[in-house]
């Protein structure tokens, strides 16, 4: 069953046009991809080895990596097939989302020749987290730039080795040359708010003392100053 999935991952990822609702019908045309080849030139450029991990900028090259990566991390989540998702395709709507946001960050870690993690994120603005009116407004009043880390995975093979935390450290190096000085985050996965712990983040509180987190999905929010 594994090895099933993992050919069906890999065909319906396969030369990025290959997304597809049905066996003939593509849902990311050629154009598209030039369209995000041309969007990721436009990001940071970044390039540094952390303890044998090496980090930096996504290129059009890896979008076929990181949409795979993107289905095996998250695939696991209640949310994946729902129609408000999108599945497979509701990845390709999330990364041009992201491109066209204000100070797109989007790096790769790369590990024996071949991509094993990334991360990407976004500048924030009171038009996101309708679900959490009280960050919402906490975004509108602020009188400086943040950036939304709005997803990180790991290839399952290489977890354990330090890519995670390689890459929230490339991420935070890359915003405070933005000259954005706040990351904010969620997430439902114990493991992973441990791991943000260490790096210094804590759950986002409101002005009385109370953590906010996401109404719908029930998800807490971390943040970082720097």
Do not use: C
């Amino acid at each position: 069953m594994v090895a099933q999935r993992d050919q069906e991952v890999r065909t319906a990822f396969s030369d990025f046009g290959g997304v597809r609702r049905g066996p003939s019908e593509e849902v990311f045309s050629s154009h598209k991809r030039e369209m995000f080849n041309g969007l990721m030139k436009q990001l940071p450029e970044y390039h540094k080895n952390i303890n044998g991990v090496m980090i930096r900028t996504a290129t059009g090259k890896d979008i076929d990596r990181i949409l795979e990566l993107d289905h095996d991390v998250f695939a696991a989540a209640p949310y994946f097939e729902d129609d408000s998702y999108g599945g497979k395709e509701g990845i390709v709507k999330k990364y041009e989302h992201v491109l066209h946001r204000q100070n797109p960050i989007i790096l790769v870690a790369e590990m024996d020749g071949k991509v094993v993690g990334f991360v990407w994120g976004y500048n924030l603005s009171d038009m996101h987290f309708k679900n959490a009116p009280a960050l919402k407004e906490y975004i509108g009043k602020s009188d400086h730039p943040i950036s939304y880390i709005d997803e990180m995975g790991t290839d399952q093979e290489y977890r354990g080795r330090g890519i995670a935390t390689s890459l929230l450290e490339s991420y935070k190096e890359i915003a405070e040359t933005l000259g954005v000085p706040e990351l904010i985050l969620r997430t439902a996965n114990p493991d992973a708010e441990r791991l943000y712990n260490k790096e210094g983040y804590a759950r986002f509180k409101n002005e009385n003392g109370e953590e906010i987190h996401d109404e719908e999905t029930g998800r807490p929010f971390l943040h970082l100053l720097l």
